[in-house]
């Protein structure tokens, strides 16, 4: 089964809009970590926004805020006042349990088109 | 703070062939990733360092795949005798140790793109 489920391959967005990226997640650990990371065509990865299983209010950075439904298992990332520069690929992941190099698990990610 | 560095950038290779890709970490990092995207996919973990100590490896390193950080600083991706499945961008993350600031997330570099003929 699959650990991060994107179910959106691509999403278009006018500026200046807000625009929510989805992600569900599958893990029966109840101590865990929610990530997204943006990949602009430049590749790297980068990150944007983290949610603790415990943590009790939904993460915000900036125009980035994450809307943390633990009993549905979804994080969602919603992006306020899109700009041209947030085109790029978006990546859901989750680490689970609480052992400290555990690795991150990906998604197949959603890309985001801002247009004019 | 330089950020995770990548060498090469990109790589075109025969079949057949062997290559090797260099990470250089965020220098407090202890903790150092490989990672394997293939085009249109999330990143798939391959590997995991603590320190020098290899302490992880995903069944998708298989036995032509080697990595290595000999003195818990750079690390080292080996892949002999490269197959045209081996294509992909293969990126390497790191991360500090836990109670510093940014702990939970990792650093990615820009990745090396490989392409085997």
């Known amino acids: 089964a699959q650990k991060i489920t994107q179910t959106q391959p691509g999403m278009f967005v006018q500026e200046k809009e807000a625009v929510t990226l989805d992600c569900t997640y599958d893990?029966?650990?109840?101590?865990?970590?929610l990530f997204w990371y943006k990949q602009p065509s430049s590749g790297e990865m980068i990150f944007l926004i983290y949610?603790?299983?415990?943590?009790?209010q939904n993460a915000t950075e900036g125009r980035y805020s994450l809307n943390f439904q633990k009993a549905r298992k979804s994080a969602n990332l919603v992006i306020s006042a899109s700009q041209l520069g947030d085109s790029a690929m978006y990546f859901c992941?989750?680490?689970?349990?609480?052992?400290?190099?555990?690795?991150?698990?990906f998604g197949k990610g959603t890309t985001l088109s801002v247009s004019s | 703070d330089t950020g995770v560095s990548q060498d090469p950038r990109h790589k075109i290779t025969k079949r057949g062939q062997n290559v090797t890709f260099r990470c250089d970490p965020i220098?407090?990092?202890?903790?150092l990733y490989w990672y394997r995207q293939t085009l249109g996919q999330g990143p798939e973990f391959l590997t995991y360092f603590q320190n020098e100590a290899q302490l992880e490896k995903s069944r998708l390193l298989s036995d032509r795949f080697s990595a290595e950080r000999p003195k818990g600083s750079f690390s080292t991706l080996e892949i002999q005798r490269t197959e045209q499945g081996d294509s992909a961008m293969y990126l390497c993350a790191s991360r500090g140790l836990a109670g510093n600031s940014g702990a939970n997330v990792l650093t990615f570099g820009a990745g090396s793109r490989l392409t085997v003929l």
């Open positions: 949610q603790g299983s415990y943590d009790q």
């Open positions: 992941a989750m680490r689970e349990g609480r052992q400290a190099g555990t690795a991150l698990i």
């Open positions: 220098s407090e990092h202890n903790r």
């Open positions: 893990t029966s650990d109840p101590s865990y970590g």
